[in-house]
């Protein structure tokens, strides 16, 4: 059974940092973008930050940049999102997300329709 299982999160200070895991297992990331998303307590879910297959696409929610950094180790089957300078209102559960990346994608997209798979939220608390 395919899954992503994200871990990493936790109690962090503002202007602390995380490092959030998604490992996959039962599928082969290398032919999938992932998505990182995050609900926040009352709030929609929002796209945080995506990266293309072979990590040669990234892109950024604007209130992240600069902040957050996705990377990918396709041999290990996982994707990182290193979160520095977190603020209170990063506070959310995080979710890793992959679809199936078309051929001739442009741009990776940060849109909760059409995942393939989710994994189960690792929760991230940014506070004094």
């Known amino acids: 059974q395919p899954q992503l299982v994200e871990s990493g999160g936790g109690l962090a200070q503002p202007g602390g940092s995380l490092r959030l895991s998604c490992a996959a297992s039962g599928i082969a990331l290398d032919y999938y973008t992932i998505v990182w998303f995050r609900r926040a307590p009352g709030k929609e879910r929002e796209g945080v930050s995506c990266i293309s297959k072979t990590g040669g696409n990234i892109n950024y929610v604007e209130s992240v940049k600069g902040r957050f950094a996705i990377s990918r180790d396709n041999a290990k089957n996982t994707v990182y999102l290193q979160m520095n300078s977190l603020k209170p209102e990063d506070t959310a559960v995080y979710y890793c997300?992959?679809?199936?990346?078309?051929?001739?994608?442009?741009?990776?997209?940060?849109?909760?329709?059409?995942?393939?798979?989710w994994g189960q939220g690792t929760q991230v608390t940014v506070s004094s």
């Open positions: 997300a992959a679809y199936v990346e078309a051929w001739n994608q442009a741009m990776c997209v940060m849109n909760d329709k059409g995942m393939n798979y």
